[in-house]
């Protein structure tokens, strides 16, 4: 558990771990789990624990309250008009996002709620997304006079060019069966059933070799930056190392056999 404590002597970020899968919740309701210097600072640390817990396999980001997240706090962010406290706070937000992209287990977005400007970049930012279908998302910083510039990075990432930019221009809200289509998110379920469709995800992943998730979480974003050739042969490359793992020769071999497989992961 967080030891950084807000006023209510409440931990600002959970983390739970069960079976393979550590849950880490946001837990600033009354300020919609915006994204305060504090709560990035938390986040990163304990993402950065995650990443060298072996015991990890999935990681599923959380919202408390009634929103997943709210994005920037805004009321702190104008506490310190200073261009140099700005560029500060956005490289902490952009290097937790890259530790998202980097640790080696996968990440769930769990989105209950409404997830704006930052909290629509953190659900983006994740590898996946399950969404109650009453969750709203959007990059509103334009209704403030400020366009989503980082936020932008992982939707257009995620969503095609012109979906992302009138999101972005417009800072309308879509409903999570849009989001869905866009491919924002990868499934809708009602509020009662959000978490058994986050536990059948979460428990179809684990149920595959370490070794390959792994494996194929860093492969598929590095070829993902580059032209398509060379994307092929770091992929050629890293298939032939991966099919050197005792999981894959353990896979094959129990295929042949009509049996599941015993993942040895290495």
Not at 14 to 36: C, F, M, W
Not at 190 to 197: I, Q, T, V
Not at 200 to 223: E, P, R, W
């Amino acid at each position: 558990m967080s030891a950084v404590l807000q006023s209510s002597e409440a931990p600002i970020l959970l983390r739970h771990d069960e079976g393979g899968i550590a849950t880490v919740t946001l837990n600033r309701p009354k300020q919609y789990n915006a994204l305060s210097e504090e709560l990035l600072t938390e986040l990163q640390a304990t993402l950065t624990a995650i990443s060298n817990d072996l015991s990890v396999r999935v990681v599923v980001i959380a919202g408390s309250g009634t929103a997943f997240c709210a994005g920037h706090d805004l009321k702190q962010m104008r506490a310190t008009p200073k261009k140099a406290y700005y560029d500060k706070l956005f490289a902490q937000c952009s290097g937790v996002m890259m530790t998202i992209n980097r640790m080696p287990q996968p990440v769930i977005a769990r989105v209950h709620g409404i997830a704006t400007a930052a909290g629509c970049q953190l659900v983006a930012q994740c590898d996946l997304a399950v969404a109650s279908d009453n969750a709203k998302f959007a990059v509103s910083g334009i209704n403030v006079g400020l366009f989503c510039s980082t936020p932008s990075v992982s939707l257009g990432r995620n969503v095609s060019r012109k979906e992302a930019m009138e999101m972005l221009l417009t800072g309308d809200f879509i409903d999570a069966a849009t989001a869905k289509t866009r491919g924002l998110v990868n499934r809708v379920a009602p509020p009662d059933k959000l978490d058994a469709e986050v536990k059948a995800l979460a428990d179809a992943i684990l149920a595959k070799s370490q070794v390959a998730v792994t494996t194929g979480k860093k492969m598929f974003y590095k070829q993902m930056e580059m032209g398509m050739e060379a994307a092929y042969e770091y992929a050629a490359e890293v298939m032939a190392c991966n099919m050197m793992a005792d999981d894959v020769g353990e896979g094959i071999d129990a295929f042949a056999q009509k049996r599941k497989p015993e993942w040895k992961n290495k």
